[in-house]
């Protein structure tokens, strides 16, 4: 059902892969300008020091890759959230929604670890919230997993009384 408390991980799982999108994930600070990326943006002046490189497809092809992936995982737990009457299923839908969140954690990690290196020394570079977005998403579609699998011990230890 749907006021099961599965649901509400994997609807915390969705709003997560969908929040990491626009939610900073990497900060990169001078003592001139402030850049940000995000899943779907980098955001920030241009200038000698600018640790991204925007015209590298490399770096374009990884925020796209990073938003499909994050943006498939979100569509395949939504959907995942309304197949409350065949748990097996649920349960096959929500691993199948982990392989794209960790796919995209990856990406997005690779996405974050090019800056550093080309920061002058009187930079600074930090992780911001977004970059715990999909381990909290992952974390809770793991949840829900669990509590789908006690849901259907019980269910099935119900109808084995109910036999007898």
Same mark, same amino acid.
């Given at each position: 059902?749907?006021?099961?408390?599965?649901? &509400?991980?994997?609807?915390?799982?969705? $709003?997560?892969?969908? %929040?990491?999108?626009? #939610?900073?994930?990497?900060?990169?600070?001078?003592?001139?300008?402030?850049? $940000?990326?995000?899943?779907? !943006? #980098?955001?920030?002046? #241009?200038?000698?020091?600018?640790?991204?490189?925007?015209?590298?497809?490399?770096?374009?092809?990884?925020?796209?890759?990073? &938003?499909?992936?994050?943006?498939? &995982?979100?569509?395949?737990?939504? =959907?995942? +959230?309304? !197949?409350? /009457?065949?748990? @097996?299923?649920? +349960?096959?839908?929500?691993?199948?929604? +982990?392989?794209?969140?960790?796919?995209?954690?990856?990406?997005?990690?690779?996405?974050?670890?090019?800056?550093?290196?080309?920061?002058?020394?009187?930079? %600074?570079?930090?992780?911001?919230?977004? $970059? &715990?977005?999909? #381990?909290?998403?992952?974390?809770?579609?793991?949840?829900? =997993?669990?509590?789908?699998? @006690?849901?259907? /011990?019980? =269910?099935?230890?119900? /109808?084995?009384?109910? +036999?007898?």
């Amino acid at each position: 059902m749907l006021q099961r408390i599965q649901s &509400a991980f994997l609807l915390l799982a969705v $709003l997560a892969s969908v %929040a990491v999108l626009f #939610v900073p994930s990497w900060e990169f600070t001078s003592d001139q300008n402030q850049e $940000l990326i995000s899943g779907i !943006m #980098v955001d920030g002046p #241009v200038d000698d020091y600018s640790p991204l490189d925007y015209e590298d497809s490399t770096r374009t092809a990884f925020h796209m890759g990073f &938003a499909g992936m994050m943006g498939i &995982a979100a569509v395949i737990l939504l =959907v995942t +959230i309304f !197949m409350y /009457n065949d748990r @097996k299923r649920q +349960i096959s839908f929500s691993y199948a929604g +982990i392989i794209p969140l960790l796919i995209g954690t990856v990406m997005l990690v690779l996405l974050t670890q090019k800056g550093p290196s080309f920061l002058p020394s009187n930079a %600074a570079s930090g992780p911001s919230l977004g $970059l &715990a977005l999909p #381990v909290i998403a992952l974390i809770a579609v793991v949840l829900a =997993v669990r509590f789908i699998r @006690k849901d259907d /011990n019980l =269910v099935k230890s119900l /109808n084995s009384d109910r +036999i007898r």
